[in-house]
Each structure stands twice: as C-alpha cells, then as structure tokens.
C-alpha cells in the first residue's frame, strides 16, 4: 500500500495565522487510516507517496524498440547434452570439473565432502547431528516445528569454498539446509552465525525464504521448471540436467544438432542466440540470469530474451549497495560491472573468464594488462581502447606496492571484496579507483582502508592526497551527490538534477536516481522522470514510470504511461499497467487493448510465482482494484498458507475483514498473531492503526509506541505515532518524535512539512523558518513552497 498522502491545503479564515502556513499540508489521523505501513509488491513495490506535483503533462514518444535477435527457424527443444562433447572437445573438457559443471549433484559418495560420521554441530540455538545410512546421508536437526527429526539428504550444492546440502522434505519441496561444511578448513558452519536463528526465525532453514525450488535450485541445473501447483501446494520440479550446461547459456540444442547433420541455412547454427553477438549485452545479460540479484519473472527463462523480460534486476539500494555502487548484500557480480567503465567501453564477461572452466583467462595481472599495457592499446576484440594510457602498470611505480606483495594485484585495489556465505569472498566488479580521502568522507568501503586500518590509514590518507594532488575542477561525482540526497544535505536536489542530465550516467545508476527523485518534487523533476520513459535501457523506463506513479495522480500520468504499455520489454510493459490500473477500468481509449494485454501478462506473472505469498499477496491486491472481490480473501489465506510469518498478507486480512463488516473475526486474527509474535512491528502498527479506526485513538498509542520502538528505522512508524499524538492533543511529545526523525532521516519530506505546520500552529514560527529555509536548500522547487 502507498504510504500516507497529505490533503491539499484549504484556505485559512483565521487571520492570526503565519502567512506560512498556506503554503503547508494539514495532516490528521483520518488521512493516516487510509496507509497501512510497508505493505508493497513482491516485483514492483509503489515508490513512496508524495503531494502530486500540478504540472501540465508532458507526452513521452514510446521508446524505439530493439533490432529483435534472429531465431531459429523451429522452436528448439533440450537434447541430452552428452553429444555436445563430440565436437566440441575443449570446451567440455574446461567445463568438465568446474564450479558450473559441479553446481549441483545427487547425494552419493562420490560428491559429498562434509563428515557425515555421526558428527554433532552445535550453533546457538540448535543441535544438528551428520550421519550415514549405508549410501545414504542423513541430518538429524530441529525441523519447522522445532523438534529434531532425521532428514535426508538429497542433492549437494557447490564444491568451494563451501558445500551446501538439500534436504527432502516432501510435496516436492527442497530445503537448503543452513549448515554447511567449509571445504578449506573442513569443518561444519552456520550460514547465519550471531543472527539466533531457530525455527521461528524467517532465516531457518525449513522456512520459505530458503526453499531451493524458488530460491536456488534454477542456477544450479539447465532447463529446470519449478512447477508448483497451487491447488495441492506441492512442487513437481524437473531439469534436463544437472548443473549448469551447455544449453543452460547457449538455449536448446536440437535444431543445432540439426544443423549438424544437414548443414542447413539455419540462423546462429540452430541456437536461438549468438553469444558472440557484437553487442556484448547479449552475452551479459545471458550471464547475469543468475549472476546477478533479480526478481523472476515467470517459472524460467527464455534463451536469446531481454533479462527484463524474465527478471527484475534490483537496483542500487541502499540495503544492497554503498553510496559509491560496491557490493554490500549478496548481489553477485552484474549490478557492480553496469557501473563500469569497462562495460561502457564493451568488455565482456568472456574476456576475462573463460565461460567453460570459470576460471581466468590469464594468471594475476595478465587478464588486465590485455588492454591496459604499456602500448596503451587493447588487445581484446570488439573492445573500444579510446582513452588507454600506455603505461606500465605491472609495477611499483603504478602499484605502490612491492611485487607480489599484497596491494600489488590489480584486484587488490580495484576490485575489493566481501565475504559471503560464511566463507565465500567475492570480488566487487566495478572497478573502482580507491580514495581513502573520499570513503572517510561518504562512509564508504575502500581497498586502501580496508589493509591500512587505524593511524596507518591516516596516514595512507595523507599519503594518496599527495599522489593524487589536482587543481583541475571536476564535475560532481554520483556517489558524492547520491551522499547529499539520501542524507538531506543542502544542493541535494540540484545535485540529483545534475546527475539525471549527464548523458554519460551508467544506466543502472540513472535508475537508482530516479528512485530517489519523489523526495524532492518539482517541476524539473518531473520533466527528468518523463524524458527518461523513453530512454533506451529497459531498467531505466522501468525506474522512470515508477517515479512517474509517485508524481502524478492516475488521470494526469496515464497519457505519459500508455506508450509504455507497448513497450518491447515485458518488465516496463506491467510496471506500467499496474500503474494504470485505476485509470484503465474507464478506459484508455486506443490504448486500452494494450493495457488488457500488459495487465495480464502481469497476473500471469503473479500467477506463475504462486508458491510465495508475495505473489498471493499481489493477486489479491489486483482482484480487489479490480472489482474482483470474491476471490481477494482466498487469495489472501493463501499467501498466509504459503508463508505463515508473511505479516502484509496478514495485514491485508485483517483490513479486508474490517472492511466487510467482520471487525470481530480481524481483531481475533491480529490478537492471536501478536500472541505468537509480539515484536512484530508491522503488527503492532497494525493493531495500533486498527484501534483508531475503531475509535479508541487512547488504546491506539501503546502499540503504535511499541512499533517504532521496535523498529526506529522505520520512518513511517515513528511519523505515524507522532500524528496520532497530536490528534490527541500531546503536540510537544509529537514535536519531539519528529524532531528526532529528522535528526536520523533530514530528507523525510512529510515529517519536515508536518513539523513545520505544528510549531506554526503552537506559535513557535522562529523553529518553523529554520526547518523551512533548511528545505529550500534542499530543494528549492518544491511545489510546498510556492
């Protein structure tokens, strides 16, 4: 659900007032019944609501489509992969041994590497015991009731650093257990050290969050279907083979053996797409299905598509990415190499990795020095070498760093890592030039940093300034502007504009931006939003509706919107629909049958991912916008069956309850959740919220207390308790909770607006024009200033 919308200010009859406080939003406890906190989309959750800008609209041309990929002249269908090696022997024998190769593999002597010899581990909370029943491999740990039980094991994943194992745990489920045995130092581990994970914790092992079928099993096989059925709640999962094959990358081989036998005119030799394309995004994109962090769209993939097509690519958040673009949560490697100044140039995956073996091309620095060498040329194909210095860089004087020694790698600096999975270090792929002067600055990672810890990285610090010295005035930096957005400095929304202007911004930051743009509202923002629906990357239309949708009420975006409902990209096509979706029960006039077309490829998407309550969730949400109201609640009872610990499904009930005129049964359904889960805070918030509808605003306050206790990140908590105590009449108490929001988050738009309009109404102007000149050096063109 959107969070809150202020109302449009009414004219003041009441003279006394400051002539400020036209210009502001008064915010009531009836506008808050309508928000329900942090319930979004599983794919596309609703930017955060702002006062829709009033501009006059701006039609937006639909993006040119894409020169489409030949295909085959047949549908292609999977062979046994065994009579790929006849011909094409170097390649199987790198892939044979390989980390793709070995990806995933039934459990047998032969692949298992962890003690299975009656060994006990025990982690903080519970006690698993590793043993053998002749050729089988059992582990004995608490399940999802939390009693131990003996489970076998079904399938390994992975060789190294780490083996995990898949437990069968029946209807077809496969769990990922969440002990793993590290294959270095041979021994068992917690995937989830420090984090009290039991079998209430969403992290256990037996929950959904850890279902191979959905979560894992897809990257570790070719051609795997997950195959849920619904009505049974039972999975029925297949795969041509296991690990990752030939036609895991390549597609379906048959019209390709076909082409082998008959030498016919087929195009690509009979594959559906030419992985040597001179666009080095077809390779990259076949790469980042599963080396990459992304939402599916449907139940697998389709060779030789768009990944916006099958997937939902995230973009650079703050939970999965620093300031400056480098891995912070597990996102593998896509998202960091868009950021590159080697994709820009067309580097390719497989020139550095050879895709067979995984391994590297060339040993230590040789893989870099193909392009960067001291004849400054590259000697890579297809690669644009403009800009490359002829310089040695395999040496101290480039380094800084003793041969051989750590700091001497390229790597080292230019590719910093993280640890994942316990023991599972993963180079960062945006090859980024360490500064350590800029990281103590933005709180960033820095390689420099990272070795050179305490007063050695002062004076590391010192040291590189000197290096590094420049008088020549440089244009602002993207992670130095994304700094003064998020954290509400002064210029950030120029610093924003400016950044959407360039025209050599990577395409995944533009989109990460445009995240950012409902912040800081105006006119010029949207223009910005509105030029980039027709920008050529999918990821960015796709960023730029939704920050559209945050603009603009439905009637004034839809003219903006509909030629996305055409788009050649399925993702950007529903993200549009969804948005529309009000708008369109009236019609869209000629676009109306491509919005019927999108909005169902968007329930097909949804019904595709059934097995998770977020999908339920989704379809609910859709029925209900829809008129469709007698399938919502099962829907929703659903959702709660797939995943009990899904709190926004159960939200979602309780007000569908309510709304029905079934108070009664919603309040027992919360009250018995909070029971079993008191530190819930969307719960609490929920029950706080739910009160006030029922008119005991006095009740309300202790669970909307408890909620932003729980969690004081959460703005919305915290903005919501401070509103419902000033209905009630606390104003200094609400001042001080958002005062203390504001301290945390400078650039939460609604709390400074509602403050502001509070010390205006308490007589205190003087703390009223300090909050409101900070946000003109925000952003001066805010609507709410004029």
Not at 677 to 688: C, E, R, S
């Amino acid at each position: 659900m959107p969070k809150h919308k202020n109302k449009a200010a009414q004219p003041d009859p009441d003279s006394t007032r400051s002539p400020l406080s036209k210009y502001l939003f008064p915010i009531t406890i009836g506008v808050l019944l309508a928000a329900v906190a942090g319930i979004g989309w599983f794919l596309f959750s609703p930017a955060p609501a702002t006062k829709p800008t009033k501009v006059a609209p701006i039609r937006a041309p639909a993006p040119t489509p894409p020169k489409p990929q030949p295909v085959a002249l047949q549908p292609a269908t999977m062979v046994d992969e065994q009579q790929c090696q006849g011909c094409h022997t170097e390649q199987f024998k790198d892939w044979q041994g390989s980390h793709h190769q070995l990806a995933m593999q039934p459990a047998n002597a032969e692949t298992m590497l962890g003690d299975f010899n009656n060994i006990t581990f025990k982690a903080e909370n519970e006690t698993t015991r590793f043993s053998r029943k002749g050729d089988q491999f059992w582990v004995n740990t608490p399940g999802i009731d939390g009693k131990n039980a003996d489970f076998k094991v079904a399938y390994t994943f992975g060789i190294a650093p780490l083996q995990q194992y898949l437990i069968e745990v029946g209807e077809g489920r496969l769990q990922a257990l969440g002990v793993a045995w590290d294959t270095e130092k041979h021994r068992w581990f917690h995937l989830y050290p420090g984090q009290g994970v039991n079998f209430k914790n969403p992290l256990h092992w037996s929950k959904p969050s850890q279902n191979a079928n959905f979560m894992c099993v897809e990257c570790h096989t070719t051609g795997f279907k997950r195959h849920f059925d619904a009505a049974s709640n039972t999975f029925n999962s297949q795969w041509n083979s296991l690990g990752v094959g030939c036609q895991a990358c390549h597609g379906p081989a048959s019209n390709h053996l076909e082409w082998t036998a008959k030498k016919t005119d087929l195009i690509h030799q009979g594959f559906d797409v030419d992985l040597k394309d001179k666009n080095a995004t077809v390779e990259i994109e076949s790469c980042a299905r599963c080396h990459a962090r992304r939402a599916p769209l449907g139940d697998g993939y389709t060779v030789g598509k768009r990944l916006m097509d099958d997937y939902l690519p995230s973009t650079l958040t703050r939970e999965l990415y620093a300031l400056d673009g480098k891995i912070k949560d597990e996102v593998f490697e896509h998202g960091s190499f868009l950021q590159s100044k080697m994709f820009d140039k067309g580097v390719r995956c497989s020139n550095c990795h050879n895709p067979h073996s995984s391994e590297l091309k060339a040993p230590g620095n040789a893989v870099c020095l193909q392009c960067h060498n001291t004849a400054g040329k590259t000697s890579v194909e297809g690669v644009d070498g403009k800009g490359l210095q002829a310089k040695n860089y395999d040496s101290i004087e480039h380094t800084r760093h003793t041969m051989g020694q750590p700091g001497s790698q390229c790597v080292d600096c230019h590719m910093p890592g993280k640890f994942y999975m316990g023991n599972d270090f993963r180079h960062d792929h945006s090859f980024s030039i360490p500064n350590p002067e800029r990281a103590q600055k933005l709180g960033t990672p820095d390689a420099c940093l990272t070795c050179h810890q305490g007063k050695a990285g002062d004076k590391v610090t010192a040291q590189f300034k000197l290096w590094s010295a420049s008088t020549a005035a440089q244009a602002p930096r993207y992670d130095e502007s994304l700094w003064l957005i998020r954290n509400g400095q002064p210029g950030a929304a120029d610093a924003l504009y400016q950044q959407l202007q360039r025209s050599d911004l990577p395409a995944i930051q533009r989109a990460t931006l445009l995240a950012e743009l409902p912040l800081y509202p105006s006119e010029q923002a949207l223009k910005l939003a509105t030029q980039d629906l027709k920008n050529p990357q999918p990821q960015v239309r796709e960023s730029a509706v939704r920050a559209i949708s945050a603009f603009l009420p439905p009637p004034e975006r839809a003219p903006l919107l509909t030629p996305l409902l055409a788009d050649p990209v399925k993702a950007v096509r529903i993200v549009a629909a969804r948005d529309l979706l009000s708008v369109a029960r009236n019609g869209l006039g000629t676009a109306q049958a491509n919005w019927q077309a999108a909005i169902g490829e968007y329930e097909a998407v949804q019904k595709s991912l059934l097995e998770r309550a977020e999908a339920n969730l989704n379809l609910a949400m859709l029925y209900q916008a829809s008129g469709r109201s007698g399938e919502v609640e099962g829907l929703l009872r659903s959702a709660l069956k797939r995943d009990a610990d899904f709190y926004p499904a159960l939200v979602t009930l309780v007000q569908w309850l309510e709304s029905n005129g079934r108070g009664g049964e919603a309040q027992k359904l919360l009250a018995d959740s909070l029971k079993e889960h008191p530190d819930a805070a969307l719960l609490q918030h929920t029950q706080g919220l739910s009160l006030i509808r029922a008119g005991k605003a006095g009740e309300a306050m202790a669970p909307l207390r408890k909620a932003a206790q729980l969690e004081p990140q959460n703005a919305q908590y915290g903005y919501v308790l401070a509103v419902a105590l000033h209905e009630s009449g606390k104003v200094d108490e609400a001042c001080a909770i958002l005062e203390g929001l504001l301290k945390a988050q400078p650039a939460n738009r609604n709390a400074r607006l509602s403050l502001i309009q509070w010390y205006l109404d308490s007589g205190q102007e003087p703390k009223a024009q300090i909050l409101l000149q900070g946000w003109k050096k925000m952003n001066m063109g805010d609507p709410a200033l004029k």
